[in-house]
């Protein structure tokens, strides 16, 4: 079996969060990196579970110091992937889902390539079935204001036009098959 790091991104609302989640419960063999972030907490987000949640003085020391696999900043905040725990994870035989955007995957798929490592980088996207369901998923959670909403509304064109940069595509239009999808894509992969 190999040891890989597996990008799941997509548009905001899409589900990524409760779909890596579930493949967490089937498959104890994986390990979910926790990225940090400048943004403040979500209602029932918890530091070290969801986020690190950490300043932007802090988030911009680390960037000079190469403490990320990938960053960005999207939405007026820093999200980035510790490198630090993701080596321990890999070197510990066991493979990482990174629940990251669009652009972290394909920074991450880029990095390991320039390594010489991109054999160990699966990217998934994950679309909605129709534009209208994601909206609808959006509007539900209810943790953005009506700007933050347009900003998100906005990049989904631009993050599902990035699907052909992708190894797979799920489309999540119902959650237990596309678990099953998403389980079947690591399997495969980790047995190559």
Do not use: W
Request: overall charge negative.
């Amino acid at each position: 079996m190999r040891d890989l790091l597996f990008c799941i991104s997509g548009p905001s609302g899409v589900g990524k969060g409760t779909l890596v989640r579930e493949l967490i419960k089937r498959d104890a063999s994986l390990a979910l990196s926790v990225s940090c972030t400048t943004r403040p907490p979500r209602k029932g987000e918890r530091e070290g579970i969801d986020y690190f949640f950490i300043d932007r003085a802090t988030f911009e020391e680390d960037i000079r110091r190469d403490a990320f696999v990938e960053y960005d900043e999207h939405f007026g905040n820093y999200y980035g992937t510790p490198r630090s725990y993701v080596e321990k994870q890999l070197a510990a035989h066991r493979s990482v889902l990174l629940e990251i955007d669009v652009v972290g995957a394909l920074n991450v798929k880029r990095a390991y390539h320039a390594r010489g490592e991109g054999d160990k980088v699966v990217t998934i996207l994950i679309a909605p079935p129709d534009l209208a369901s994601l909206e609808a998923r959006l509007l539900h959670r209810g943790s953005e204001t009506r700007e933050q909403l347009e900003l998100r509304r906005a990049r989904v064109g631009y993050e599902l036009s990035m699907a052909k940069e992708f190894d797979y595509t799920v489309v999540n239009d119902d959650l237990s098959a596309a678990t099953d999808e998403l389980a079947a894509v690591i399997h495969q992969e980790k047995t190559k």
